[in-house]
DNA sequence: ATGCCTTCTGGGAGAAGA
């Protein structure tokens, strides 16, 4: 199974794109965030021509997550327990929750295409909604992988989270003055880890950003940042057979800030692990 | 110090992005 995640930065003003890409790499599982629309405006038929099943939550214009699959998708879930809410005015554990994630089974892994909140500035309620989403993630996962140690779980997407110094090479975002690299941010990612998810891209594509800004000639300049993660449990980690960063799909006509993180993974079927071994 | 660039809605100018 080829696995991909991608912050498109709107879908309906990038389909054909996002289309493309997805057929010309034989991508089977597509994780995207900010499709930036309302589900019924979600351009669903023009993955069904290209054979993929589509399953989308977006409320608005902001955020708004979906998975397309070669492979119909099972036990579609809209939020993880737990999962805060936020809007203007209105925080606490009542606040209406935003459209950041969406669950599925396919291949027998549980997806999750997740757009983890920005958090505006040190400081802005909506960093504290930030970690507060990150923690209840790890929460999840903790429970989950408690339960059972060996489910493949994959939670892609946009974390919002630069976790090294390595993965920042944009001059405005300074330690101390910015979100994405503050030591809070940091130690929620290495949480999100010991909870039992692992970036499975970082050891075959050690170096390369997921991101440049608009602005400022961030992308010539190669000043951006890697935020985009493909963090799997170890049933998934021990089925990767490599990787891929697609830093082309920052050039050309009208391309989204991010570009699509890819695995592969070769995973072994029940009939595999229940095949008696014949010599 | 500020805007830089892009998307969205609504039919302006503002919010949001990271």
Known sequence: MRLATWNVNSIRARVDRIVDFAVREHIDVLAMQEIKCKVEQFPFDRFEEAGFHV????????????????????DVRTAFPGMPGFAKGHQGPDAPQEARAIGATVGGIEVWSLYVPNGRSLGDPHYDYKLAWLAALEDYTRQSLTADPDKAIALVGDFNIAPTDADNGDPSVVQGFATHVSPPEREAFAALEAAGVHDVVRPLVPTGFTYWDYKQLRFPRNEG??????????????????????????????????????????LEGPDDDDRPMIF
């Open 225 to 266: 940042m890697r935020i985009d993660f493909i963090l799997g449990s170890h049933a998934v980690a021990d089925a990767v057979t490599g990787a891929q960063i697609h830093r082309n799909e920052r050039k050309g006509e009208a391309p989204s800030d991010h570009v699509p993180v890819v695995v592969d993974l070769d």
């Open 55 to 74: 399953e989308a939550h977006g409320f608005s214009q902001w955020n708004g997550v979906a998975i397309a699959s070669r492979e119909p998708l099972s």
